[in-house]
């Protein structure tokens, strides 16, 4: 995906002035050591310990891609012994190691897993080649020597000698990986078992990590075009921070359902223990407002919003919050229901939920029916967008709105 050099020479001198003005009112600095450069869009104080993956263990560990699993893979309720399992993910920022995360989160028995690699470097897990995964568990890998360039294709391959099922998957990803059984190779769109790559990177401060459903996995973009908002804001940072992609499909706010748990249940899991993780966004709301049942108590879903905002703020983490698009001229779309997200963007405009928030209610909406999708960014379905609708997303996430959202009572949190 080509670089937007322009836009990150802006940047940098738009958040360069930001933070003069910043530094002047708290008598500090917002860098981590002797760093100089300008603080892009999404950094905060102290990067969340993870449980599973340590920020600091061995290293600047950070995540370049994440994915969130969604479930139990339906016709796979073995597994896939035999086969060669190849995700192909994109990058965010680079490093000169890397290490992989495989959960078996939906799984009942135990996942074996009989040899892994990294762009063809083989991967161990506490030195040895093999690794059996519990039932709900998941397990980092040992650092990798390989070397990771930013704004890159990355493959991670591993074998799944015998029945292990059900697989552990995302569906939907708009990208290209394969499957390899003793057949054939067939392609596919899903990421299996894969759930985050982290890299060791001494520079970067650390990962802005995103919360959402469809419009944050990005529904509607072009496959292997890597074109959701996410990838146009990690090419806005220019490859000195990570962004990881917790989005969901379907995803709702409040409830579970068939696109995974809801985002208060799986928060911790899929963000607050995401290696490096400095900022977190907030992209969720509009499937509790239009999917059946439909939530109509706009207060519900603020209060939701603000359970995760406290979580974040508690492991000493920057939330922004995004406000919730139009979806007139979608089959579920009332005027009732349109009320309700209308009341939640208030609520995320008066600054009452998150430390920041990014309107991306305003960066998409038609100006002459501002309750519907501008036609250049509408998919088609009056609901998710194509690419240009995801570029409008990822270039509305404003440096110096984000900087301004540091303030001494943020410090104190």
Do not use: C
């Amino acid at each position: 995906m080509p670089r937007r050099q322009g836009y990150a020479l802006l940047i940098a001198l738009l958040a360069g002035t930001a933070v003069l003005a910043v530094a002047a009112v708290l008598g500090t600095t917002l860098f981590t050591g002797p760093r100089a450069a300008p603080l892009p869009p999404a950094e905060t104080h102290a990067a969340a310990r993870n449980p599973v993956a340590p920020a600091n263990a061995g290293g600047n560990w950070v995540a370049t891609w994440t994915t969130a699993p969604v479930g139990a893979e339906p016709g796979a309720a073995n597994g896939f012994p035999g086969s060669t399992i190849r995700n192909v993910v994109h990058t965010s920022v680079g490093g000169n190691a890397a290490r992989i995360t495989l959960s078996n989160l939906f799984g009942t028995v135990p996942l074996l897993v009989d040899q892994a690699t990294v762009n063809g470097r083989p991967v161990t897990f506490d030195g040895a080649a093999t690794v059996t995964i519990a039932a709900g568990g998941r397990v980092v890998s040992d650092p990798v020597t390989v070397p990771v360039a930013p704004d890159s294709d990355l493959r991670v391959d591993f074998r799944t000698p015998r029945p292990s099922g059900p697989a552990t998957y995302h569906p939907n990803t708009h990208q290209t990986s394969s499957l390899t059984d003793s057949r054939t190779t067939w392609s596919t769109t899903k990421w299996r078992y894969l759930t985050a790559v982290d890299v060791r990177n001494e520079a970067a401060p650390g990962t802005v990590v995103v919360i959402g459903d469809s419009l944050t996995a990005g529904s509607g973009s072009t496959n292997d075009a890597n074109s959701r908002w996410t990838d146009v804001l990690a090419d806005r940072l220019g490859g000195r921070y990570g962004v990881a992609n917790a989005g969901i499909a379907g995803n709702r706010l409040l409830t579970d359902g068939s696109a995974g748990q809801a985002g208060l249940v799986r928060f911790e899991r899929d963000v607050l223990s995401v290696a490096g993780a400095r900022t977190v966004i907030v992209a969720l709301g509009i499937n509790d407002v239009q999917q059946a049942p439909q939530e109509p108590d706009a207060g519900r879903i603020v209060a939701g919003l603000r359970t995760l905002a406290d979580q974040a703020r508690a492991r000493g983490l920057t939330v922004v919050g995004a406000t919730l698009t139009p979806f007139e001229g979608f089959p579920t779309w009332t005027p009732e229901r349109d009320a309700v997200r209308l009341a939640v963007n208030e609520r995320i405009r008066s600054g009452s939920i998150f430390d920041a928030y990014v309107d991306f209610d305003e960066a998409v909406r038609d100006p002459a029916a501002p309750n519907r999708v501008l036609a250049a960014y509408d998919s088609g379905d009056h609901l998710h967008f194509n690419d240009a609708g995801y570029r409008a997303l990822g270039e509305r996430v404003d440096p110096t709105s984000l900087e301004r959202a540091r303030t001494p009572a943020s410090d104190e949190l």
